[in-house]
């Protein structure tokens, strides 16, 4: 059974980083593209960033440009969201997306995705 797994999440200082990861399990990570969402509370999901089957990025979100980096371990079958310098407006929800048709990041925002993870919390306060 196909299933990914968020984790990573937690508190942090403004200014800090953090990294996210997404785990597959029942199926192989590199064939496919893979996107990153978040849910700040009290707002609707928006994407964040996304990495297609050939390690094409697209980042969608202007507020974390120069900020986050999305990368994959093929190896591990995981997808990395590299957090720096993260700020307050930056808490949310985080999760990660993908289908097996799901090979580039075009569109990826109104794309309506098969796996979802469940998601893993990222708080930012001091």
């Known amino acids: 059974q196909a299933r990914l797994v968020e984790s990573g999440g937690g508190l942090v200082q403004p200014g800090g980083s953090l990294r996210l990861a997404c785990a597959a399990s029942?199926?192989?990570?590199?064939?496919?593209?893979i996107a990153w969402f978040r849910q700040a509370p009290g707002k609707e999901r928006e994407g964040v960033v996304c990495?297609?089957?050939?390690?094409?990025?697209?980042v969608s979100a202007d507020s974390v440009k120069g900020r986050f980096t999305i990368s994959r371990d093929n190896a591990k079958n995981t997808v990395y969201l590299q957090m720096n310098s993260v700020k307050p407006e930056d808490t949310g929800v985080y999760y990660c997306?993908?289908?097996?048709?799901?090979?580039?990041?075009?569109?990826?925002?109104?794309?309506?995705?098969?796996?979802w993870g469940q998601g893993t919390q990222v708080t930012v306060s001091s």
């Open positions: 029942g199926f192989t990570l590199d064939y496919y593209a």
């Open positions: 997306a993908t289908d097996r048709a799901f090979r580039y990041c075009p569109g990826y925002r109104l794309r309506e995705f098969d796996y």
């Open positions: 990495i297609s089957s050939t390690d094409d990025v697209i």
